[in-house]
């Protein structure tokens, strides 16, 4: 069974377009992850949920927006899409928003803006 | 502000050679230390930790000291194998026992193991 899941695993759209990327945890955590790699693999962390709370909104264009129906799923969905948006996102689920505990990152998704 | 240097890449060794992938940091207070593996097409992976100075973390081989004097964290492995070509990469918690998802990670460093 796979314990974080994101879907799809590669999306193509133009600029300009709204897409959304879902995620599902089935590890019983409480908090979840967004991230997102660049083309040089520099990973950065873009929001984070504990129990369906916003609890990190780094900076990020208000064209990313998350939303957590409940604390096994958090998607991610972008307005407007520009090229820069172009990466591979991470979705990612640890126990607690304090745990010592390893991130379970799901595979990625590879996001090509044309 | 904290943050973490590693070693450029990409690292090229033949199987059996010893690896050395350097990391230093910088960081107020005491964060903890990690190191996470990205096999090709799959997320990150935990692969060793330390929380605190003078801490060994080990896995599969690989280890990492938390040396405090030289803010530094380097991963090493007596014996690399083909299976062990990855991306690595070093990352700091921004506080000590924080969530691991509040981690400040560093640019990492491709490793490919010739046979």
């Known amino acids: 069974d796979t314990a974080v899941s994101q879907t799809p695993k590669y999306l193509v759209t133009q600029m300009g377009n709204d897409k959304s990327i879902k995620c599902e945890q089935n590890l019983g955590h409480d908090t979840m992850y967004w991230y997102k790699q660049d083309s040089k693999k520099f990973l950065k962390i873009m929001f984070s949920?504990?129990?369906?709370?916003?609890?990190i909104n780094e900076t990020v264009p208000n064209r990313f927006s998350p939303k957590s129906p409940d604390k096994a799923h958090l998607n991610l969905h972008i307005n407007s899409l520009e090229l820069g948006d172009s990466a591979v996102y991470f979705c990612?689920?640890?126990?607690?928003?304090?745990?010592?505990?390893?991130?379970?990152f799901g595979n990625g998704t590879r996001l090509t803006v044309t | 502000g904290n943050s973490v240097t590693q070693m450029e890449g990409p690292v090229t060794l033949s199987e059996e050679a010893f690896l050395t992938i350097n990391c230093t940091y910088t960081?107020?207070?005491?964060?903890?230390l990690f190191w996470y593996v990205q096999y090709p097409g799959e997320g990150l992976q935990l692969l060793l930790k330390a929380t605190k100075a003078d801490d060994k973390g080990s896995n599969k081989g690989f280890e990492a000291t938390y040396r405090k004097e030289t803010t530094s964290f380097h991963l090493e492995k007596g014996s690399v194998q083909v299976s062990d070509s990855a991306v690595y990469f070093c990352a700091l918690s921004r506080v000590r026992g924080g969530s691991q998802g509040n981690l400040i990670f560093g640019k990492g460093t491709k490793l490919s193991v010739k046979p």
């Open positions: 949920y504990n129990n369906k709370e916003l609890i």
């Open positions: 960081a107020t207070g005491y964060p903890s």
């Open positions: 990612a689920s640890s126990p607690d928003r304090a745990s010592n505990s390893p991130l379970h």
